[in-house]
């Protein structure tokens, strides 16, 4: 059964006209969950992309991000809401459709010259991407690659991140439905 086939939709949520994609009866199931992590995981082993640590955006990012630092055998940075981490942040803030939001991480979480791959749950705007790339070209990082399980291709993001110069991955997409 494809990942996409175990993707619930909920029409109308969080407001009227939206198809919300929820990826939580994938993550549930252990076959999806491991599919997700293994197709991701053979993508990056099989196309040489080089990077040498996982970044994942809360909340989601961080069971996938988490998963694929084990197998890959890479190191785990949270990008976090504000307010979530202890240590001395920098943060990033963003466009929402009603306004703005932000995101930080720890200012010492990555050396300078370090390659990134930044991993999220869905791409569809692309400003929670862009806000978690801004954050590691702040701290020294570079971004080599962004991998989602999910991409919203009609809702723009995706162009947004190749019009900036990011090249992302991603298992499934909904297009116009």
Known sequence: MPIKSRIRTIPDYPKK?????DITTLLKDPVGFRLVIDQITQHYLENGI??????GMEARGFIIGG???YTLGKGFVPIRKPGKLPGETVNQEYQLEYGT???EMHIDALEKGTR???VDDLLATGGTALAGAALIEKVGGVVADMAFIVNLPDIGGQKKLEEKGYSLFSLTEFEGD
Do not use: C, E, H, Y
């Open 50 to 55: 080089n990077f040498d640590m996982i970044i």
């Open 101 to 103: 939001d932000k995101v």
């Open 17 to 21: 006209g939206i198809m919300f994609r």
């Open 67 to 69: 998963a694929l630092s």
């Open 116 to 118: 990134v791959l930044l």
